[in-house]
């Protein structure tokens, strides 16, 4: 299965251009999402600021998207939207969002965008918000970003919250971890970068009623 995995980088970067494709479609059908209005407040090499207003005091919240996902997650539809709620709740509402590197700008690790991309973010909101400390929260490995950057440096922030983050990553921390390495094999990790739908299928594999069951679950409920 390893080598399997490992030599079919090539169907999987297929496959998410499939997908892409399927959404471009989807949206052009009108099924795309309709997002709260927001404007670009800054860009950096790596990322964008989305600001969706509300002044006069209020909290400031940072919301960090994940980078292998899109950053509409947050705001699918006005009746399912995170970022109306937090609106509605008062706090004037900014979002991480990451553009995808270029084939000559791969890599940086974790400080790129835990501590350049969010740290540069954070001093930008604060700066705007008359240098109030704004709350962090992340989704994902957008929520793991969010915990390094805040780890690195606790006294920029008011306040910080993960939803399904992984925070473990050392061989033996995690069973989810160990399987997920072990199916793909370390040549399918190494590439840059590494494939959605390799992800997505080993999580899959690896724990299918996180990722199959519930979300099965989930139709027949709705």
Known sequence: MVGDFASGTAVYVMMDAIRRAQGEALEALGFGPRECPS????????????????????????????????????????????????????????????????????????????????????????????????????????????????????????????????????PGSSRFRDALVSMAGPLAWNADPVQGSLVSQLSALASPGTFVRSRIEDAACG
């Open 39 to 170: 404007r670009s407040l800054v860009s950096g090499r790596r990322w964008r600021l989305r600001d969706y207003g509300k002044s006069g005091g209020a909290p400031s919240l940072v919301i960090v998207a994940a980078p292998i996902k899109r950053p509409y997650i947050w705001d699918l539809a006005p009746e399912v939207s995170a970022v109306r709620y937090c609106l509605a709740q008062g706090f004037r509402v900014f979002l991480v969002e990451w553009i995808p590197p270029s084939m000559s700008d791969r890599g940086g690790g974790l400080k790129a965008y835990a501590d350049d991309g969010i740290g540069e973010a954070v001093r930008i909101v604060s700066t705007e918000t008359g240098g109030a400390k704004p709350f962090l929260i992340g989704h994902s490995l957008g929520g793991t970003l969010a915990a390094v950057h805040a780890a690195m440096h606790p006294h920029r922030l008011a306040g910080l919250v993960l939803l399904g983050t992984p925070l473990c990553f050392a």
